[in-house]
């Protein structure tokens, strides 16, 4: 792994400086890694291979250990507005399709974003461009007011359907669990796979005690719903500003992932950014996530190809952490 910085956008000797540091503090903060672009400095990119990427099942279908990610596409910096705004003006449809073909070129053979307009759009130009991926399909915090959404979901053949993380878990406060299952039924008759996507760990523990029918649960590493009463119970009333990140989330995490026999796949592993320092930290988030989930999990990772080639370093971190062979 390389030390270099990542390679400077065009143009950014004339740019005024605080645009240019701005773009710079981007390619640290975004969930990928950005500080590994050997390839980009020398003005092109390493030789692709699409082999030996470990799979698991899902259902009928083999599924690549790392999967492409929605986020950075589509502005969900987890940081604030300005870099969300940066990330939505750089992924043009155009760059949206290159990044998904490096993905295949790789060995990536899933994608996973949530429904929208613009992401169904794009996932339309990709297939039409020759795109083979498999998509998951995640949905969005208003689904319970709007089911029929998984009925549109379905027509563009996702092998998987997941309700939004932040909806599970408020309906699962609220005790509402008629209205989860309601729509993890309409996902069933759909003809798909049925996911569960969480960032509290006892949603999960909820849905094995309580049998409900799903393939696969998406596993948020840091419980990023949690209630503000919760976080004054563990930090004081003087919480942080923004999101919180606490180091003793992925252990609880992995324990509901390692019991359950279902298939996670694990997201968030470089928390959102914050992890991505070095090369050296980057590989230990890969390590320890793949040292907590199971042989059969998979995990999820936003890519950024701006200021570098995340997507071969990523593929080529899984390769060496996850092992070369199938499931």
């Known amino acids: 792994m390389s030390d270099h910085q990542p390679a400077r956008p065009p143009n ?35 030789p692709a291979s699409a082999s030996s990427l470990p799979t698991i099942r899902l259902g009928p279908h083999e599924v690549t250990r790392l999967i492409v990610g929605g986020n950075p ?17 750089w992924h043009t449809p155009e760059r949206v399709v290159e990044l998904l073909k490096r993905c295949e070129q790789c060995g990536i053979n899933t994608w ?27 949905g969005k915090p208003d689904w319970d007011r709007h089911p029929e959404h998984i009925d549109d979901a379905a027509k563009r053949r996702p092998i998987g359907i997941s309700p939004h993380g932040a909806l599970n878990e408020r309906l699962h406060r609220e005790k ?3 209205v989860l299952t309601d729509l993890l039924k309409r996902i069933r008759d759909q003809g798909v796979l049925v996911g569960l996507s969480a960032h509290d760990p006892r949603l999960i523990e909820t849905a094995e005690e309580k049998g409900w029918d799903i393939d696969y649960y998406m596993t948020c590493l ?19 500003l923004g999101e919180i990140y606490l180091p003793s ?6 324990r509901a992932i390692q019991a359950t026999s279902k298939p996670c796949l694990a997201y968030k592993i470089l928390a959102a950014g914050r992890r991505i320092g070095s090369p050296a930290e980057v590989r230990r988030c890969f390590e320890e996530a793949f040292a907590g989930i199971k042989p059969t999990d998979a995990v999820i990772v936003g890519m950024y190809q701006q200021f570098g080639d995340q997507v071969a370093e990523d593929a080529a971190l899984v390769r060496e952490v996850a092992g070369t062979g199938g499931r």
């Open 222 to 240: 840091y419980y990023l719903t949690r209630p503000k009463e919760e976080s004054r119970q563990i930090l004081g009333e003087n919480l942080p």
């Open 12 to 46: 950014a000797d004339t740019a005024p400086s605080s645009r240019r540091d701005f773009l710079h503090q981007a390619a640290g903060l975004t969930a990928g890694i950005a500080a590994l672009a050997p390839a980009a400095q020398a003005g092109g990119r390493p």
């Open 176 to 178: 509402k669990y008629d």
């Open 73 to 89: 596409i589509y502005g969900h910096s987890h940081h604030n507005k300005l870099f969300s705004q940066h990330l939505t003006d």
């Open 112 to 138: 996973q974003n949530s429904y929208a307009e613009r992401t169904l759009s794009d996932l339309d130009r990709y297939r039409e461009a020759g795109g083979t991926m498999h998509w998951l399909c995640l």
């Open 249 to 254: 989330d992925p252990p609880r995490m992995f």
